[in-house]
């Protein structure tokens, strides 16, 4: 008996119930990335860090551990606006 293998474009893809899910974990993820090598780049400690997101220590440490089930994608685009960051959506359709 063979297995067969199945390719993804992405691990949100192969480990998400729906494709609905996968974009929301794709979109959390890359703000959280994009957010803590922002934070990254800034000078001082973390706490200095977490109050110029308008967040707390202990949350700017979920962020840092990128614990993602801890933010939703609203949050994430207030923290992302916070650290000086510009969200933009881009939207692409797929053939039926």
């Known amino acids: 008996m063979t297995e067969q293998q ?6 949100w893809d192969a480990i998400e119930d729906t494709p609905a899910e996968a974009e ?14 922002q934070a990254a780049a800034w000078p001082g400690i ?13 949350r700017f440490s979920n962020l840092k551990l990128g ?7 609203d949050a994430l685009v207030a923290i992302a606006v916070a650290a000086g960051l510009s969200v933009e959506l881009s939207i692409t359709g797929h053939a039926a």
Request: charged content about 30%; overall charge positive.
């Open 6 to 11: 199945q390719r993804f474009a992405s691990v």
């Open 24 to 37: 929301n974990m794709k979109l959390r993820s890359s703000l959280m990335r994009a957010i803590t090598e």
């Open 46 to 58: 973390d706490t200095e860090k977490a109050r110029r997101l308008g967040i707390t220590g202990p």
């Open 67 to 73: 614990k993602i089930n801890a933010f939703s994608l």
